[in-house]
């Protein structure tokens, strides 16, 4: 519905003027008739119309300076002059202060009626657009949280290897200083403390315990959840502190956030510190470290503060974890490719051996890798409840080794089991996620939608995804949305109000040209053969 005003001081006219408008736009709703320029200003004011036709020659405030008092307080509005011929300079005038144009008076229906045509398509697109960026907006406020943690996600993981990139994406994130310092959070016995509660108060005590963190952090940093009960932070400082104030001003955090969620919640946390770095490229080596002191609570107890340099047998140099190797093994048994994942998995296991950690720090690592490998497996299609028994009843066995050889082989073994496990339960699972996939993508092909996009809505790898699909449906991605591409386009040939360029936009092509080819590679016709021939048939049928 469009909101518009007419100010003339000829009571007739603007009569007139009503009837034609009602008459002809019912999407139109005159909110105001007056007869002077300050009525017509008060009336905009409150009203806020989208057209305004304002008769140039009014008493007091002439329809000149009631245009222009308007348009500096609505400058979308669309103002329209009414003018005799001898007002036709007055006509040309208001154009300059922003008027969409002028109709001469007595106007004629037509005329009137095919300006407002054209004014009405203007807003339309204005409005439209408008509407876009509310949604852009709200969609990019939306994803926020999602865009926070994927830029720590490439920040600790080495994805980010440019200042200008670092300094590009913190600086739309808002962050007033370059991080510095990694810390890494854990609520102690998460699990245990929560193994009655239902999910949604599982993620409520997450949620209370992220609300915290970030009061205590404020615009110091960056707080993100991240792997299952943990959170980083990431803490940035002046270039003038030395490396000992800032160790300080960090254990004084981790304090406070450690003090305030054990009062207020009762519940207790781990928090893992790693070095300060000046570079905030070099953030994933102190994200390393805070990692590796966060898991030597594993041999000091709950509710600790453990800096990297407090702990005696890292002291010397970080504790370089080979998350590359780890995210080949979680890809190769998400793929079921037990030969690589074994190859994957000893290379990863000579790395940690390589760090000459003790053999406490070698478990803690390897109990840790296989809860990962069962969250890969079970996304792959394992049963969580039959995995959850078989690691249960491992962790003794791994308690008794004594050698890095008895590992080796314990996690090997532990690797099988996984697999066999998760290859047993696979099929319906893959049904159940390829079905899934393909609903979205019936629903969202008039969008330009990738294959990342669909494989993060069933929650698996890209690659993962695309070998799966194959295999489920017996075509590539790609094939797949154009087949459905063109079945929905094949539906709307058969309606003559819609022409080929619509068709190309509402089925997921900008490129009109570009669809038809796609459409003629897959029909051996083109879209208005397409059309004629179904019309034809359509004509034969009814015919007989």
Known sequence: MYRLLIADDEQLERQALRFIIEKNFPDIQVVGDTGDGASAIN???????????????????????????????????????????????????????????YLLKPV???????TLRTIISKIS?????????????????????????????????????????????STFLGMKVDPGVALVVDIDNFKQLTYSDSELEKQMLKQRVYQLICSVVGDNGLVT???????????????????????????????NIRDSILRSMNTSITVGIGRYYDNPLDIQKSYREALNAQRQRFYLGDNQIIHVEDIPHLSTGPFNYPFHYERTVLDKVRCGDRKQAKQALSKLL????????????????????????????????????????????????????????????WMLESLDCVMDNMLENRSSINIRVANSACDYIKKNCH??????????????????????????KGCNFVDFITKVRIDRAKLMLQNPDYNVVRIAAEVGY???????????????????????????????????
């Not at 004629?108 to 095919?114: E, K, T, V, Y």
Request: charged share 25%; hydrophobic share 40%; with cysteine.
């Open 125 to 169: 697109v204005i409005q439209l657009k408008q509407q876009e960026e509310a949604l852009l907006r709200k969609n990019v406020e939306d994803a926020m949280p999602f865009i926070q943690m994927s830029f720590v996600y490439d920040l600790i993981s080495g994805n980010i290897m440019e200042l200008e990139q670092f300094w590009e994406r």
């Open 108 to 114: 004629r229906p037509n005329d009137l009626l095919s």
């Open 43 to 101: 009336i905009a004011i409150s009203k806020k119309p989208d057209i305004v036709l304002m008769d140039i020659r009014m008493p007091g405030i002439d329809g000149l300076e009631a245009a222009k008092s308007i348009l500096d307080l609505l400058p979308n509005v669309s103002v329209i002059m009414l003018t005799a011929m001898d007002d036709f300079n007055s006509a040309k005038q208001a154009l300059t202060i922003g008027a969409e144009g």
């Open 350 to 409: 000579s790395e940690i051996f390589l760090s000459k950690a003790s053999i406490e720090t070698v478990k803690a690592c390897v109990l840790e890798l296989l809860i990962v490998l069962s969250r890969a497996a079970v996304e792959g299609g394992a049963n969580l409840d039959q995995l959850t028994l078989l690691n249960f009843n491992s962790i003794n066995v791994l308690m008794g080794c004594c050698s890095k050889e008895q590992v080796e082989q």
């Open 447 to 472: 969008r330009n939608i990738s294959l990342e996009e669909v494989a993060e809505t069933v929650h698996l790898s890209r690659f993962y995804f695309s070998r799966l699909f194959k295999q489920e």
């Open 225 to 255: 959840p991240f792997s299952s009960d943990n959170l980083i932070i990431l803490l940035g400082f002046k270039e003038l502190d030395t490396p000992k104030i800032i160790k300080n001003d960090v254990h004084k955090i981790a304090t």
């Open 510 to 544: 900008q490129d009109a040209s570009y669809f038809c080819r796609v459409f003629r590679q897959a029909t051996d016709l083109t879209p208005n053969q397409y059309r004629k021939e179904m019309r034809q048939k359509k004509t034969g049928n009814e015919g007989k």
